[in-house]
């Protein structure tokens, strides 16, 4: 085993790699790992082409690392008469106004949308390799900022963890499976907060329906908290789906475990009152002791992370993360966040 990772590290040395040499070692090893397994041939050839998908993404959104992103969902058989495409294309060209990128499936119909509205310097394509769908336009087709899928849960992988907010159309199983993971990644907290639109044609009921049944079902059957629906902003509004997603980014930055510590770091430091309110307004959030200014946590010194920013810091109760929204939408709105 140890002759095995020597020779690993070497084969890394000669390549001439030297950055997360360690990361990239554990990669190569757990291949070599699956040959002694003797795994299937169809197992491997999933993992094999999972990894080149993978690289191919990150490679494609690599340089784009220091632009916000928002990802929009919505039915690739909406036609462009359709309202709805409409409300795509001019949500996204709204946030691309604001310096967004918009991020999508790079199919037909409200992924279109969305990509035509943003333009193609804001937007960016990740598509899936369908027997049967529909091709969008040359115009949207041509665009270099593209990558394609053969994996849903690869595709998925990159069209969530690139993106600091998120817009749903209405659309069928696709938009569903993609709407309900996004809230189930944020009430486990296996996500990061972010905002989430579920945007309809104006006077549309697509999404209100969804919510009368999530609050009869759900909710009234006791499968999720009565409050869990309440991290997403249903609108028919484009305005008010923008202004949700920069919104959210308006005070708070961005968070970081440390131990038991949750690390809250945003733009403004909140005042002494502030913060006596965050408390009496949060505090069963708080597992022991309560929210508190902070300088940067050593952890946190050491990596040099967002050091000029101002620090919230509590000891968030594991079984609330799930509500941990409700406390950085409070936090966006304090006084001392101009």
Request: proline share 4%.
């Given at each position: ?155 998925k992988l990159m069209l969530v963890k690139e993106s600091s907010g998120f817009v749903c159309l209405p659309g069928g199983f696709g938009t569903m499976d993609e709407m309900f993971e996004l809230l189930t990644l944020q009430q486990t907290g296996k996500a990061e907060p972010t905002p ?143």
């Open positions: 085993m140890d002759d095995v990772r020597a020779r690993i590290d070497a084969l890394l040395k000669d390549a001439g790699v030297t950055a997360n040499r360690a990361l990239i070692a554990r990669i190569l090893h757990t291949g070599e790992l699956l040959g002694e397994d003797g795994a299937d041939r169809l197992d491997l050839k999933i993992t094999a082409a999972a990894l080149e998908e993978m690289r191919s993404a990150f490679r494609l959104f690599a340089p784009y690392a220091g632009v916000e992103k928002v990802t929009v969902f919505g039915s690739a058989r909406t036609k462009e008469h359709d309202p709805l495409y409409a409300q795509a294309e001019n949500v996204a060209a709204a946030l691309a106004a604001q310096g967004w990128m918009v991020v999508t499936g790079a199919g037909p119909g409200i992924m279109q949308a969305a990509a035509e509205g943003a333009g193609p310097d804001l937007s960016i394509g990740v598509s899936i390799r369908l027997p049967f769908e529909e091709k969008p336009d040359a115009m949207v087709e041509a665009e270099p900022n593209q990558v394609t899928m053969k994996y849903f849960f690869t595709r989430i639109v579920l945007l309809d044609e104006v006077g549309g009921s697509y999404w209100s329906g969804l919510r009368d049944f999530v609050q009869q079902h759900l909710a009234g059957g006791g499968y999720i908290a009565a409050d869990d629906f309440d991290r997403v902003l249903i609108t028919d509004s484009v305005d008010a789906a923008a202004a949700e997603i920069a919104g959210f980014w308006r005070n708070y930055d961005s968070l970081r475990w440390v131990g038991e510590r949750l690390v809250l770091r945003v733009h403004h430091e909140p005042t002494d009152a502030e913060v006596d309110d965050l408390n009496a307004r949060f505090g069963s959030l708080v597992r022991t002791g309560r929210i508190q200014r902070s300088e940067p946590l050593a952890p946190e010194r050491a990596d040099g992370d967002r050091l000029e920013l101002a620090r919230l810091v509590l000891e968030l109760d594991p079984h609330r993360v799930g509500e941990l929204h409700q406390l950085i939408r409070a936090i966006n709105t304090l006084p001392s966040a101009g």
